[in-house]
């Protein structure tokens, strides 16, 4: 039963603290996105990368914010320096494009849920 | 203007009966694809059911089915024989095939479902 994994589950840190965030899309997926999820601000679409290359950040904060991909089974989301609004729930998904259609759904990961204190 | 709307921010349903969330969508778009996720309170998204805009037929999946009604621009979803276990947020989503946001989904609002015994 494939799925997308998410590291750590739960993180607490203090104000101005380094976050990173790490997920595992499924295997053979070639698409990884990133989504913060808020009370005030629902889903939100942070950053997209296809076949490792980000082709979508728009969505993110560049001056705190970074993601990469630094291999195909491993997309990371870093935060420095993390402040009290950054505090949300992170949702890693993953899909598979073929021929430049990508495939009916992305599948998502557990999330990460952030507390910056 | 939103794209995605659900006007119905709680639901209650006797266990057993059946149960409809609404979502109109705004959009376009000629191509586009709609979708339905379930949060449970542990806070996963799970994907329950797709429907394309091009589809003849109204999805199904089990206990899940979309009526689309492509004309009311509404993507609503029903739930039949419900469970406790349905007992969740359900989120409508849409992506837009041609248009520059083709590679997200576009979450509403969300329906905190409550089944009750």
């Known amino acids: 039963d494939a799925r997308v994994t998410q590291t750590p589950r739960h993180k607490v840190t203090e104000m101005g603290q380094e976050v990173t965030m790490r997920c595992q899309p499924i295997l053979g997926h070639n698409t990884v996105f990133w989504y913060r999820q808020t009370m005030m601000q629902g889903l939100e679409l942070l950053a997209y990368f296809r076949n490792r290359a980000p082709l979508d950040d728009s969505g993110m904060p560049k001056d705190r914010f970074s993601a990469e991909m630094p291999d195909a089974t491993l997309a990371t989301l870093k935060i420095q320096p993390s402040e009290p609004r950054d505090s949300a729930v992170y949702f890693c998904?993953?899909?598979?494009?073929?021929?430049?259609?990508?495939?009916?759904?992305?599948?998502f990961g557990p999330g990460t849920r952030l507390l910056v204190l | 203007a939103q794209k995605i709307t659900q006007t119905q921010p709680g639901m209650f349903v006797q266990e057993k009966e059946a149960v409809t969330l609404d979502c109109t969508y705004d959009?376009?778009?000629?191509?586009?694809?709609l979708f339905w996720y379930k949060q449970p309170s542990s806070g996963e998204m799970i994907f329950l059911i797709y429907q394309g805009s091009y589809d003849q037929q109204n999805a199904t999946e089990g206990r899940y089915s979309l009526n689309f009604q492509k004309a009311r621009k509404s993507a609503n979803l029903v739930i039949s024989a419900s469970q406790l276990g349905d007992s969740a947020m359900y989120f409508c989503?849409?992506?837009?095939?041609?248009?520059?946001?083709?590679?997200?989904?576009?979450f509403g609002s969300g329906t905190q479902l409550t089944v009750l015994p």
């Open positions: 989503a849409m992506r837009e095939m041609l248009s520059g946001s083709a590679r997200q989904l576009t």
């Open positions: 959009t376009s778009d000629p191509s586009y694809g």
């Open positions: 998904a993953s899909g598979l494009v073929i021929g430049g259609r990508m495939g009916e759904t992305q599948y």
